[in-house]
């Protein structure tokens, strides 16, 4: 049996209370994914720079405040962000369906929902990973990493196939409440969790451009989590772009209804569970190290089958590919996560999730533009073609750094970088 099957951190209240925030959390997350673009789709029917402008908006958070967030979480209660943030976000989402009753929807209502969503999320998942090793400690960030991707992975499959029925029956703006009620759910479970950090103590005066260069030299001048960022930083990049004209795709030339769309999607999720219930057995199997680069190469050539997918059978074939992708994904991110997690000292946690999360994220806006303009020139089918290949790339920089032969898996933190 899998590692991350057997009951272990599941035994422990404040775990399972993480867990069951991380649930209802994500499930909200997985219908705001198809829900969102879907209103600019079929309810406001924005064309394809449109959507991947939108695409950019909710990505942009990690460029705008990405660098910073760490230094403010550092500072913070991590716990207290998390809840925060999830019940502003939720009040935030509200905003779309009460603007589209009233008749004042328009996108670039979507686009400033969207942009303020994602600002929320990047302090959010920064408090979320910093907040980890406090809760469970290090020596159990593999198994804590491994069960936490199985929920969110179960919800990716739940997540679209719940939204794509709703958005058929509702619309696409009213499918938002669901995703605004997981969002406060996630808060509120949050709160049920009792383990609580001390007040980082205060270092002094605090000086934010000294607090960020510190995270930025300890990620960049780190061989390992330097090329972890960098592969990160191309697949994000190449994904945004892929993403951004899948469902415009799926939904104009496959021809797919909203409850097909969100099977299709469900599928994925379907990978991202088997890839987190065998994390932890294929990074012991094949090396923490080398199942990173490992699991990109093996998975990502498969998401070309999907621009060369036509109604019928071959719809199938290509939605495998997709499973493949997230089963790869979901493995990597654990593995990866794990890893940089047991590298990092306590006092820069958020900081070192923030950095690796502004260079691998930063671009992520860029790359919704890119498929925009891609879908634009080339057509929805040549921006896939476009982002598989680069998805596929993204392994060189993991491939040729100390990851490609690394079978060892740190618990102990590395030293403090000298100040």
């Known amino acids: 049996m899998p590692n991350s099957s057997r009951p272990g951190l599941l035994r422990q209240p404040d775990f399972r209370r993480l867990v069951a925030a991380t649930a209802v959390g994500q499930l909200g997350d997985r219908i705001i994914f198809l829900a969102l673009p879907f209103v600019a789709v079929s309810a406001l029917h924005a064309d394809e720079f449109q959507v991947g402008l939108l695409t950019a908006a909710a990505a942009a958070g990690s460029l705008l405040v990405g660098l910073p967030a760490g230094a403010w979480v550092d500072r913070m209660r991590k716990r207290s962000v998390m809840i925060g943030t999830d019940l502003v976000r939720a009040l935030i989402l509200l905003t779309v369906p009460l603007g589209w009753w009233s008749g004042r929807l328009e996108v670039r209502w979507l686009y400033a929902v969207a942009l303020a969503h994602g600002v929320l999320t990047v302090f959010f998942d920064v408090a979320y990973v910093s907040y980890l090793p406090h809760l469970v400690g290090r020596g159990s960030l593999m198994e804590g990493n491994a069960k936490l991707s199985a929920t969110r992975s179960v919800t990716s499959v739940g997540g679209p196939a719940l939204a794509g029925p709703l ?32 007040m980082p103590e205060p270092r002094g005066r605090p ?24 592969a990160d930083a191309v697949f994000n990049i190449s994904l945004a772009a892929y993403q951004s004209m899948l469902l415009v795709f799926l939904d104009r030339q496959l021809g797919l209804r909203p409850f097909e769309v969100g099977l299709v999607l469900s599928g994925m999720g379907c990978g991202a569970l088997l890839g987190a219930l065998t994390a932890t057995t294929l990074s012991k199997r094949a090396g923490q190290g080398r199942v990173i680069w490992l699991a990109s190469l093996t998975t990502c050539p498969l998401t070309a089958v999907m621009p060369m997918a036509r109604p019928g059978w071959s719809m199938y074939a290509a939605a495998t590919g997709l499973a493949a992708l997230s089963f790869g994904g979901v493995v990597r991110v654990v593995a990866q996560s794990s890893l940089q997690q047991a590298l990092t000292p306590d006092r ?9 999360r502004f260079v ?14 891609s879908g634009t020139a080339f057509g929805a089918a040549g921006t896939l073609w476009i982002g598989a290949a680069g998805m596929t790339s993204s392994v060189l920089p993991t491939f040729l750094s100390p990851l490609r032969t690394l079978r060892g898996s740190p618990v102990e933190t590395a030293p403090e970088p000298a100040r």
């Not at 605004?180 to 001390?198: F, H, I, Q, W």
């Open 348 to 356: 820069l946690m958020g900081r070192m999730s923030a950095t690796t």
């Open 207 to 230: 000086r934010l451009g000294r607090e960020i260069e510190e995270g930025l030299k300890f990620v960049l001048k780190h061989p390992t989590l330097r090329s972890i960022v960098l």
């Open 167 to 198: 958005i058929g029956l509702v619309g696409a703006p009213v499918t938002l409440l669901a995703g605004s009620a997981g969002m406060a759910m996630s808060g509120l479970l949050a709160m049920t969790v009792r383990k609580r950090e001390e």
């Open 360 to 373: 691998a994220w930063g671009g992520i806006p860029l790359g919704g533009l890119l498929g925009g303009a």
